[in-house]
């Protein structure tokens, strides 16, 4: 309807101006006015309808021309001017328009085949003026894409008429565009097509909107995927036991993930933001180096090492370039992986491969190959060393000639055994067999070899292996098999019983000593069982003991047995034994077997037990002894054993009793009064002997009426016994503790006082007593010292009389000579009763009666100033007597006429050894030796006032 109303209104135009051109007079200013709105129709024939311009433009300029013609009679030259002016403007018309039409054309092609979904609206309001829908003006193809339209779908329909549920914010969105102008931008997500899309709206023109639409969902959907994909890896990376990191081209680390930052004693964010040399100082100046020259375009690997906590760790390193599209270095990507384990692991195989090559140049082996085929041997040098040769002349050697050189003695076997192996039978080859070397000396060799390739058919190719010198080896072997038999000999020839076993216990050693202790054979022993043959059982309770052998297998180390063992042999004897059982292990360290080690200890227990017996007893009478009593009464000195009674006891005379019979006596004597104070008192009560002739006895729990009968019990008991005629006599004391508050020290000092306060009434009677005993012992025992001691006494009687001495010097002098020889109750009858010459040993023993008459003597108060008379009476008068050498005056008085009297007597009266001389020899001896041994003055008186 729109181009009909142009055509119409075109073709009024044109009648309007065809007829004014005709009807109007030509040269008038109407006229002219209507020619020049030629030129204004040609631009409207141009604008709505191009293709009848020029027809147009023609049919105007005929029209003009002829009219101009007809006025003017004449070419009309200002006409055909025009015309032409006329006819430009239409081609410059046609061609703007054109261009403008080709443009529009090309834009509108463009906006209908570009990927973007365009559409222009028109916004629609409500009563209110409240925008409530929007109607489509116009939409691509693309657009109609979007919803699965087309194009027709749209145009003159609202965005209802599509989406029903179109949300009310999109349409207040774009009505506020389409009223402010201000465009806008954003990404929404349509729920009705499940689609993203990035919208660019703006108005061109009020209340209308055009509306770009991109639609994004691929692209939303792929940067979730990244987004996951990211997480994951982010995760990933974390996790990883590497250092994965990136940095820019100034060398700031962008990102840096991994755990392998906790070996480092560092977190992500120390890195972030920093440089190498910010975190590491100069122990990343390598690093940087490394990282710069990732930079400068080149991908490297590198190592380095960090000290944490005292240990070093190593990492290995790569970093590479970051390109963009341009191929520019944006930065730089690397890993860093802990190579800690692995590196050390590295220096550890270095040092074993060095080791292992020292350990074969050490071993100094020789290698060889046998091409089995060609039946050829290669060496290398140090097996041509081996056998003093040179290289050339045995590699390569033919195998039969090798054999040559293999002893004798060991051809075939090692021959045997290669077969073995080319057979299959054995994989490889360990012999040892000997060489024999250029100068005719063998050397023994360890070879070790195996085939190394077979063919096809399962036939060998070649063999290699080694060889090694061990004759030193197989001398020291033979050396030790020497030892080995020693060792063994020894073994079986040791003082202690040895049994050796396997690591199943069973028996491979059983020397003498044990086939002895046991009572087994050497032959019933071997290889049966430990506990089969040994049998111990615990001395006191007689259970059985564990096995010692069983023990060690066990535990693998060394045992000892019980102290208590007792061993049961075979026929049923019990010996008390000591054993340690040892652990034998070989050169790796293995258990193979136990070696046991025991011998009888019976006799050493024994004497143990005596020792450990003494060392509380008194050896001689079998009570406690003082440390014993100590101990005892230190235990005892508590309030649960009081009343406590402390007794102490002295034999009197003990050491007269030594002095006159000698010690065996005295040792009787106080074995007699051990046993009396054992039977006097109660099992109960501790007795000791604390010193030579004194005894003590705890009496726990008695108080001072039981304790005096105690004591009373003793005295009974002791009254009737006697030893070599003299009764025993005992000084005893006691006192009591009955509470704590008394020092036990008082006690035993009260005890000790009342006991010698009765020795100093009671001793002196006893010794007296004593000294009438020993001399009516010797006196009865030996009836020629009886006579011999009278007559000396009676001689000395008179001697005192003629003298003048007054009475008591008389008594003195007289018992002095009787008492003269008791010392000699202490020599042994054989020498007193000698009928031969006496030995000088002999004689040297009876001269000690001087010595033994003065101690006896002197015990006793009542002879004691006797005593010395009775050590003096040997000396002699020139000073060459004994006991003391004693000379002259010196020798006391009544010792000088002793000595005449009793030489007299022995002279005159006959003896075992001799008979008497007779009285007038006997007169001439005292005469020949006076003034040397005897006392001249006194021989003189003796002789002419006493025997004649």
């Known amino acids: 309807m729109k181009k009909l109303g142009y055509l119409l209104f075109t073709i009024i135009v044109l009648v309007t101006l065809i007829f004014f051109t005709i009807t109007l007079p030509i040269g008038s200013s109407s006229h002219d006015l209507i020619i020049h709105s030629y030129y204004l129709f040609i631009a409207l024939i141009a604008l709505w309808y191009r293709k009848w311009l020029f027809h147009t433009v023609y049919l105007l300029i005929s029209i003009h021309i002829i009219t101009d013609l007809i006025a003017h009679n004449a070419f009309p030259m200002h006409s055909l001017r025009s015309s032409l002016s006329q006819v430009v403007i239409a ?9 403008r039409d080709e443009s529009t054309k090309a834009h509108q092609s463009l906006i209908g085949s570009m990927k973007l979904g365009l559409a222009h609206c028109e916004i629609m309001y409500d009563e209110h003026n409240k925008p409530t829908n929007y109607r489509f003006i116009y939409v691509n193809q693309s657009f109609a894409n979007l919803f699965n339209l087309v194009i027709k779908d749209f145009i003159g329909k609202t965005i209802k008429d599509i989406i029903p549920n179109t949300k009310q914010e999109y349409i207040d969105g774009f009505a506020e565009v389409a009223n402010t102008g201000v465009p806008s931008s954003a990404m929404n997500y349509s729920t009705a097509l499940d689609k993203w899309f990035d919208t660019v709206a703006y108005s061109p023109k009020k209340n209308q909107f055009a509306m770009i639409l991109h639609d994004i969902t691929d692209r939303v959907k792929l940067q979730e995927a990244l987004d996951l994909e990211h997480q994951r890896v982010s995760r990933l990376v974390g996790s990883t036991a590497d250092i994965i990191f990136e940095i820019d081209l100034e060398k700031h680390f962008k990102s840096i993930h991994g755990k392998g930052l906790e070996k480092l004693h560092l977190k992500a964010e120390d890195f972030i933001g920093k440089k190498i040399l910010d975190v590491f100082g100069s122990d990343g100046v390598h690093r940087d180096k490394m990282y710069q020259r990732a930079l400068e375009g080149e991908a490297n690997i590198y190592d380095w090492q960090i000290e944490i906590d005292g240990s070093i760790f190593y990492f290995e390193s790569s970093i590479s370039p970051i390109f963009d599209q341009s191929q520019n270095v944006i930065g730089a990507v690397g890993v860093s992986r802990d190579i800690t384990e692995p590196k050390n692991l590295q220096f550890k195989l270095q040092n074993s491969y060095k080791s292992l090559q020292n350990i074969i140049a050490g071993t100094g082996a020789g290698t060889w190959e046998w091409d089995i085929k060609e039946d050829v041997l290669y060496f290398n040098q140090r097996f041509a060393d081996l056998l003093g040769r040179t290289l050339e002349d045995i590699s390569p050697l033919p195998a039969d000639d090798y054999e040559k050189f293999i002893h004798e003695e060991d051809y075939k076997r090692v021959k045997q055994v290669i077969l073995s192996v080319i ?12 060489l024999k070397r250029s100068d005719g000396t063998y050397i023994w060799i360890l070879d070790n070899g ?12 070649t063999m290699a292996g080694t060889n090694i010198d061990i004759t030193s080896i197989k001398e020291t072997e033979n050396a030790l098999n020497q030892e080995k038999i020693k060792a063994e000999t020894t073994l079986l020839s040791i003082g202690d019983a040895v049994i050796s076993t396997d690591e199943e216990g069973k028996i491979l050693v059983f020397n003498d000593i044990a086939q002895s202790l046991t009572g087994y054979t050497k032959e019933e022993a071997v290889n049966q069982p430990f506990n089969v043959i040994f049998n111990i059982v615990d001395e006191h309770t007689h259970k059985p003991l564990p096995n010692p052998v069983d023990l060690v297998l066990k535990r693998k180390e060394k045992v000892s047995i019980s102290r208590h063992a007792i061993l049961i042999s075979k026929d049923n004897e019990r010996y008390l034994i000591e054993d340690s059982c040892a652990p034998i292990f070989d050169e790796n360290k293995n258990l193979i077997g136990t070696v046991l080690v025991f011998r009888d200890v019976t006799e050493q227990a024994l004497k143990q037990r005596e020792i450990e017996y003494l060392s509380i007893h008194d050896y001689l009478t079998g009570l406690f002894n003082r440390r014993y009593y100590s101990e005892e009464l230190a235990k005892y000195d508590h309030e649960s054993y009081y009343p406590l009674g402390i007794m ?18 005295g040792d009787i004597a106080l074995k007699q009064i051990a046993s009396t104070l054992l039977k006097s008192c109660r099992t109960k009560d501790i007795i000791a002997r604390i010193g030579g002739d004194e005894f003590a006895i705890i009496l726990p729990n008695t108080d001072e009426e039981e304790i005096a009968s105690i004591k009373c019990n003793i005295q009974n008991n002791i009254m009737h016994l006697k030893i070599e005629n003299v009764h025993y006599s005992l000084a005893i004391g006691y006192a009591v503790k009955d509470n704590s508050h008394i020092s036990i020290k008082d006690i035993l000092k009260r005890a000790e ?5 009765r020795k100093l009434t009671e001793g002196k009677s006893m010794r007296n007593q004593a000294i009438k005993s020993i001399l009516n012992t010797l006196t009865d025992k030996y009836s020629v010292e009886k006579i011999h001691s009278e007559r000396v006494s009676q001689y000395c009687k008179r001697m005192g009389e003629v003298l003048d001495l007054r009475t008591d010097e008389i008594k003195e002098l007289e018992l002095a000579g009787m008492l003269h020889d008791i010392g000699k109750i202490s020599i042994p009858d054989a020498i007193l009763d000698k009928p031969a010459s006496l030995t000088e040993e002999e004689y040297h023993i009876i001269k000690q009666h001087t010595d033994n008459g003065y101690q006896i003597l002197r015990a006793a108060d009542e002879f004691s100033d006797l005593a010395e008379y009775a050590l003096s009476h040997h000396e002699r008068y020139d000073g060459l007597g004994y006991p003391n050498g004693l000379a002259g005056e010196d020798i006391p008085y009544f010792s000088r006429i002793i000595s005449i009297a009793d030489a007299y007597e022995a002279m005159t009266s006959n003896r075992p050894y001799r008979k008497s001389i007779g009285k007038n020899n006997a007169i001439k001896e005292l005469i020949k030796y006076s003034g040397i041994q005897f006392d001249p003055e006194l021989v003189k008186v003796f002789i002419e006032k006493v025997i004649k």
């Open 450 to 461: 195996k085939v190394m390739a077979w063919d096809e058919e399962g036939n060998p190719l």
């Open 753 to 757: 006082d009342d006991m010698y306060k």
């Open 648 to 665: 102490n006891i002295d034999l009197n005379g003990l050491k007269l009793l030594n002095d006159a019979f000698g010690h065996e006596t």
């Open 423 to 434: 057979d299959k039978t054995i994989e490889s080859i360990s012999l040892e067999y000997r």
């Open 91 to 99: 081609i410059l018309l046609f061609f703007i328009l054109k261009q």
